[in-house]
């Protein structure tokens, strides 16, 4: 079997992965058109040319997309409908794992609560996953079923017109530092997220802070983040994408970061700004060795770097290869299906062709987003899950051998 036909079938996992960021062109323009939201264009072909490209000057170009998708989920029936959407599009493309996440709070509004919110889009991609999983291969074993969790995100900053939320939320705190604001949203969430998971017994398996690293530090969102994890509530953090080793190291010591989305900069040296670390060089090791010992899993956007950041030039210069030589635990993961016009077979296709992954070290990066997830049953069930998950994989391997164990050497 060809590699790019073993990756189409074989059962994928996304760990990050935004919604906002993922709905479909052509249901971005049937609700602006209906809702009388303006576009830059109404053609999915107009939207591919202005806003989602397939390069990017930098990650405030980038951003600029979700000022529009956004717009476009403020009913609980859009937000359903999207998350439906979304469910169905990873499904097809054998992702038989999601955690979908995007920050609440952008669309809390008149007409929505964060419980409504929260529920909207569960309740769209609970829909989808319970169609998947009727299905007759399914149901007798023969195939893993849908599984998927939520993850909520905190922002690091944020402007009034962000939202109708924020803007109350700003206007409420006229005379608080804009920091102390920020952070007191992402306790506000945090505590919201807790009260309706438990209420409501949604899968919110996750907290993650999202948003501007620079001027914008972890720390101020402590609090939020030790109540998330006083209440069992797992954490990952957008980290190193366009700050330093620093950032990382905070988001892992003061929000106890179980992941770290990107990471991109966990290496460079020369994006360390604090005076205080005097040898940098040993700094960024004992950081990386803390990272591999404790096994904090990076959520890797090969495609989304790139775009974001131009200066990385190719592929092949990605700081993926660095990881791959200190043995840290990687998933590979879309960050935005839409904006950065990918799927999880394309991020994977794009690794095997320029990290130079051979077949067993490819079965463990897939499997391993499967065993970092933050799986919303019991710890019993996710081990039974994985386990199906390794066994499906393993079948695909090696179609013709009845023992459940491979050595991946069918791959080509």
């Known amino acids: 079997m060809k590699i790019e036909e073993f990756i189409a079938k074989a059962p994928k996992s996304d760990l990050h992965v935004h919604l906002d960021g993922s709905l479909r062109p052509e249901t971005l323009i049937d609700i602006a058109r209906r809702e009388k939201i303006k576009l830059p264009s109404y053609t999915v072909e107009g939207l591919n040319e202005l806003f989602f490209r397939d390069h ?109 939320y924020y803007e109350n939320f700003l206007n409420a705190h006229p005379y608080s530092a804009d920091k102390r604001v920020f952070g007191l949203a992402s306790y506000e969430l945090a505590q919201g997220v807790v009260r309706v998971r438990d209420q409501l017994g949604l899968p919110l398996v996750g ?109 092949g210069n990605h700081q993926f290869k660095k990881m791959q030589r200190h043995k840290l635990s990687t998933t590979f993961c879309t960050d935005n299906r839409t904006v950065s016009k990918t799927t999880v077979s394309r991020e994977i296709k794009l690794a095997v062709e320029h990290f130079n992954i051979r077949p067993r070290e490819l079965k463990n990066h897939i499997i391993y987003g499967f065993k970092r997830c933050f799986y919303p049953g019991k710890y019993t069930e996710k081990r039974s899950y994985v386990r199906s998950i390794i066994d499906y994989y393993e079948k695909l391997e090696n179609p013709d051998k009845p023992s459940s164990r491979s050595t991946g050497t069918k791959i080509k």
């Open 56 to 164: 990017y000057r930098n990650l405030g170009e980038y951003l600029s997309c979700f000022k529009y998708t956004v717009r476009v989920m403020q009913t609980p029936e859009d937000l359903e409908r999207i998350a439906y959407e979304f469910a169905l599009d990873n499904q097809a493309e054998g992702v038989r794992y999601v955690e979908v996440r995007f920050a609440p709070q952008l669309h809390v509004n008149s007409r929505m609560d964060l419980g409504a919110v929260l529920a909207s889009v569960n309740k769209g991609m609970e829909r989808a996953a319970k169609a998947f999983n009727s299905r007759p291969e399914v149901k007798k074993g023969n195939e893993p079923p849908f599984k998927y969790g939520i993850i909520t995100c905190a922002l690091r900053a944020f402007e009034r017109k962000s939202s109708e």
């Open 207 to 315: 907290f993650d802070l999202s948003g501007p690293e620079y001027g914008h530090p972890a720390d101020d969102h402590w609090k939020a983040f030790q109540y998330a994890h006083k209440h069992f509530l797992c954490k990952t953090v957008h980290a190193g994408e366009a700050y330093g080793p620093e950032s990382i190291f905070q988001a892992i010591t003061d929000l106890h970061a179980d992941r770290i989305g990107h990471a991109y900069y966990l290496f460079d040296e020369k994006k360390i700004r604090s005076k205080e670390i005097g040898d940098k060089k040993q700094y960024v090791q004992r950081l990386s060795r803390y990272i591999a010992d404790r096994r904090i899993t990076i959520e890797v956007c090969l495609t989304s770097n790139l775009q974001t950041n131009p200066a990385i030039g190719k592929l």
